[in-house]
């Protein structure tokens, strides 16, 4: 029986093209063109990651499944360093 689980997937602007990254899990990067893209791709290597993890022995350390999300929304201070309302 699989187990499925909530991993979080940072996908950032890189400028040429998206990256993205799972802040929980070291060695967990991909790059892509289109968010369906960087996507599946982050979703590959998940599994080499964790498929080499199971061949050499060592232990995946998955982030706890029952964590929530969120967005939060930070105004940065304009030119003269004042915050913005």
Do not use: H, Q
């Not at 899990?25 to 996507?39: H, K, L, S, Y």
């Not at 998955?62 to 201070?77: K, Q, S």
């Amino acid at each position: 029986m699989r187990t499925r689980r909530k991993v979080l997937v940072a996908i950032e602007d890189a400028g040429t093209n998206l990256s993205a990254f799972c802040p929980n899990m070291p060695g967990v990067i991909a790059v892509g063109d289109t968010i369906e893209e960087v996507r599946k791709n982050i979703l590959e290597t998940l599994r080499v990651v964790v498929r080499e993890n199971k061949r050499s022995g060592v232990e995946t350390e998955w982030p706890d499944d029952e964590m929530d999300f969120t967005f939060v929304t930070y105004d940065e201070p304009d030119a003269e360093g004042e915050e913005t309302t």
